[in-house]
């Protein structure tokens, strides 16, 4: 069922367990954003922005979560588990963030969700070493992705909580990207030749929508002003790359961090219609 999305906060105990487990989230300057140095669109456009960035983290959170109990399932290696069960709690504290940030512009904008929808359903007819598979390649792919667009956006803004709270965002990441990688290295010998085309196709499947992410973004920017009329320092400083960048750097990192790793692992997508993505 459909409802707005809302961050509740308990405090005491749970908070404190939390910031013990997360403590660099409380240190970064909060405080510090002046929403009134900028236009009143773009400070609406970040609110927008930020209020999805932490829709996004929630699902993120949601598929470590599945993913966990997927790896015991399949009785994957016990620190490759462990490694799943710590990145769930990064991703809280980065919804936590993304919310913060929302609030210090002005509030998150009302924005309905299911969240019983919100991840690709895995298929109940499929062996569970299958669900396993799917739900770790579509997360390698995710946090590859986001991880680039995170250090694109970190180095690219000045300002000091946007900077830091994307430079750890970045660096949780980093490290998020790797668990996808390091399970098909162990599944290696578990997965056929079958299976590995069939993946192919649901890591294609996976690249085509995350580029209607780009192919969406049509600003073009010219002498340091985009062409809604916003200067481009400005939309850099509250945490959003310019179109330019973005999709500059969105085909980059399928390019070069996506696609070779996949291949390596025997799941080859195919050329032409990559090509096709990539145009
Ligand atoms: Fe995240
Ligand atoms: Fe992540």
Known sequence: MKAPFEIEWLGGVAEKHFRRLRPATAALPWGTLEPERYPARLVERARNTWTQIAISEYRAAMSFAEMLRLLLEVRAPLDLVGMAGDFVADEVSHVEIASRIAMELGGGVSIDIDT???????????????????????????????????????????????????????????????????????????????????????????????????????????????SEGFLVEHVHELGFLDSESFVARSRACIARDIVPPLAERGIVVDATRLAGVLR
């Open 116 to 226: 019983s929808a919100m991840l690709e359903p895995l298929s109940n007819e499929a062996h569970p070493l299958q669900r396993t598979n799917d739900r770790m390649l579509v997360t390698a792919i995710h946090e590859t992705f986001s991880e680039s667009n995170a250090i694109g956006t970190m180095r690219a803004s000045r300002h000091p909580l946007l900077r830091s709270a994307l430079e750890q965002i970045a660096r949780d990441e980093a490290r998020h990207t790797r668990i996808g990688w390091l399970y098909f290295d162990w599944a290696t010998e578990l997965i056929d030749d079958g299976e590995r085309a069939r993946l192919a196709g649901v890591a294609l499947g996976c690249i085509e929508e995350l580029a209607t992410v780009w192919q969406a973004r049509t600003s073009v920017a010219k002498e340091g002003v985009t």
